[in-house]
C-alpha cells in the first residue's frame, strides 16, 4: 500500500471496498482483516520496483512511477483515484509567471528540477534539447525561481496558481493502478486474490460516482415516471419495476449517476412518483 499522499485515500477505498484496515502510529504493517495476506506500506515511488523483483506480490503505485523506474510489472487494472480527487495527475513542466521561457526549446543550457527525473530526462532528450534536469526532494515549486524551470505534479492546478507560476507543456498523464508481478500472476491462487480485490476496489470507486433511487408510482403515471428514467439512463440500464402489495401501485428502483441525481428528483416528483428516497452505494460491479 502506498504511503504518503496516497495513504489515507487508499485505505479509505480498501475499507469502502470491504476491508476492514488499520494503521498503527508509526507503524509501517497495516492489519487487514484477510487471512494469509500481509500489508507493508511503500512509498508509491519506489512501489513498482520492489513488485517486479518479488519484494511483494501486488501494490498500488501511479503509472508516473512505473514509466519513472521501468519496472516490469503486469498492470491488473486501472484505479480512478488521487490524493483529493478522481481525476488524473500531470506531470507539468512549469515557470515563474514573470519567465520568458514559452516552450521546451527555450530552456537549451537551462537547469529543470523533478522528482520525475528519469522521465524528464527522455522527454528533453526526445525534444533534441540539453538541459541539466536536477532531483528535487520536493516542495519543487518553491525552487522554480532558484532554477529555469521545474517539472511538477498537478491535480487541481491550484498550488502552481498559489506560486504564480505558468504550464508550458504536459509531460504525462498519470492515474493510479493495481500492479503486481509475473510470478504471482502466474499463481492460480494469487492471482484470483488480486483479481477479487481489483473487482472490490473498482466496485467501491463506481460506488462514488452512482446512488440508489427508490419510489413509488401509481398505474396512472408509471408511464411518465419510466421515461424520465429512461432519458437520464445509459442506454444499457433499465429501471426495475416491481408490483406493490396495494393493486394498481408499483416500487421503482435505478442506480444512477450522482450528477444527475438533483435534477432529476424533482422532474420524477412532477411525473407523479411518490416516496422518492435516495440511498449511497458501497459497491457496484458492472
Given at each position: 500500500?502506498?504511503?504518503?499522499?496516497?495513504?489515507?485515500?487508499?485505505?479509505?477505498?480498501?475499507?469502502?471496498?470491504?476491508?476492514?484496515?488499520?494503521?498503527?502510529?508509526?507503524?509501517?504493517?497495516?492489519?487487514?482483516?484477510?487471512?494469509?495476506?500481509?500489508?507493508?506500506?511503500?512509498?508509491?515511488?519506489?512501489?513498482?520496483?520492489?513488485?517486479?523483483?518479488?519484494?511483494?506480490?501486488?501494490?498500488?503505485?501511479?503509472?508516473?512511477?512505473?514509466?519513472?523506474?521501468?519496472?516490469?510489472?503486469?498492470?491488473?487494472?486501472?484505479?480512478?483515484?488521487?490524493?483529493?480527487?478522481?481525476?488524473?495527475?500531470?506531470?507539468?513542466?512549469?515557470?515563474?509567471?514573470?519567465?520568458?521561457?514559452?516552450?521546451?526549446?527555450?530552456?537549451?543550457?537551462?537547469?529543470?528540477?523533478?522528482?520525475?527525473?528519469?522521465y524528464?530526462?527522455?522527454?528533453?532528450?526526445?525534444q533534441?534539447?540539453?538541459?541539466?534536469?536536477?532531483?528535487?526532494?520536493?516542495?519543487?515549486?518553491?525552487?522554480?525561481?532558484?532554477?529555469?524551470?521545474?517539472?511538477?505534479?498537478?491535480?487541481?492546478?491550484?498550488?502552481?496558481?498559489?506560486?504564480?507560476?505558468?504550464?508550458i507543456?504536459?509531460l504525462?498523464?498519470?492515474?493510479?493502478?493495481?500492479?503486481?508481478?509475473?510470478?504471482?500472476?502466474?499463481?492460480?491462487?494469487?492471482?484470483?486474490?488480486?483479481?477479487?480485490?481489483?473487482?472490490?476496489?473498482?466496485?467501491?470507486?463506481?460506488?462514488?460516482?452512482?446512488?440508489?433511487?427508490?419510489?413509488?408510482?401509481?398505474?396512472?403515471?408509471?408511464?411518465?415516471?419510466?421515461?424520465?428514467?429512461?432519458?437520464a439512463?445509459?442506454?444499457a440500464?433499465?429501471?426495475?419495476?416491481?408490483?406493490?402489495h396495494?393493486?394498481?401501485?408499483?416500487?421503482?428502483?435505478?442506480?444512477?449517476?450522482?450528477?444527475?441525481?438533483?435534477?432529476?428528483?424533482?422532474?420524477?416528483?412532477?411525473?407523479?412518483?411518490?416516496?422518492?428516497?435516495?440511498?449511497?452505494?458501497?459497491?457496484?460491479?458492472?
Open positions: 500500500m502506498p504511503k504518503g499522499s496516497l495513504q489515507e485515500p487508499t485505505i479509505d477505498l480498501f475499507r469502502r471496498a470491504g476491508y476492514d484496515i488499520s494503521v498503527r502510529s508509526r507503524s509501517y504493517e497495516p492489519e487487514i482483516d484477510v487471512d494469509g495476506v500481509a500489508c507493508v506500506m511503500f512509498r508509491a515511488q519506489e512501489m513498482a520496483r520492489y513488485v517486479a523483483d518479488g519484494v511483494i506480490d501486488a501494490g498500488i503505485t501511479g503509472r508516473d512511477w512505473i514509466e519513472e523506474t521501468g519496472a516490469d510489472v503486469h498492470e491488473v487494472c486501472e484505479l480512478s483515484y488521487s490524493r483529493a480527487t478522481e481525476r488524473p495527475v500531470r506531470w507539468v513542466l512549469a515557470v515563474p509567471e514573470e519567465s520568458p521561457v514559452q516552450s521546451a526549446k527555450d530552456l537549451e543550457g537551462g537547469i529543470v528540477a523533478t522528482e520525475l527525473l528519469s524528464t530526462e527522455r522527454y528533453f532528450a526526445q533534441g534539447v540539453k538541459a541539466r534536469v536536477e532531483f528535487s526532494w520536493g516542495a519543487t515549486e518553491v525552487k522554480a525561481r532558484l532554477v529555469d524551470a521545474i517539472v511538477d505534479v498537478t491535480e487541481t492546478g491550484s498550488s502552481l496558481r498559489a506560486n504564480k507560476l505558468r504550464i507543456d504536459t504525462m498523464t498519470s492515474t493510479t493502478r493495481l500492479v503486481c508481478n509475473h510470478a504471482a500472476w502466474a499463481d492460480p491462487e494469487k492471482r484470483r486474490w488480486i483479481e477479487d480485490l481489483a473487482t472490490l476496489l473498482r466496485g467501491a470507486i463506481a460506488a462514488r460516482r452512482q446512488v440508489g433511487l427508490k419510489m413509488n408510482v401509481a398505474e396512472a403515471e408509471r408511464n411518465a415516471v419510466l421515461e424520465v428514467l429512461t432519458q439512463l445509459p442506454e440500464q433499465s429501471p426495475t419495476v416491481n408490483a406493490l396495494k393493486p394498481g401501485w408499483y416500487a421503482v428502483e435505478v442506480v444512477l449517476d450522482a450528477r444527475v441525481e438533483r435534477e432529476l428528483l424533482p422532474q420524477l416528483q412532477r411525473a407523479g412518483a411518490s416516496s422518492i428516497f435516495s440511498y449511497p452505494l458501497s459497491k457496484v460491479i458492472a
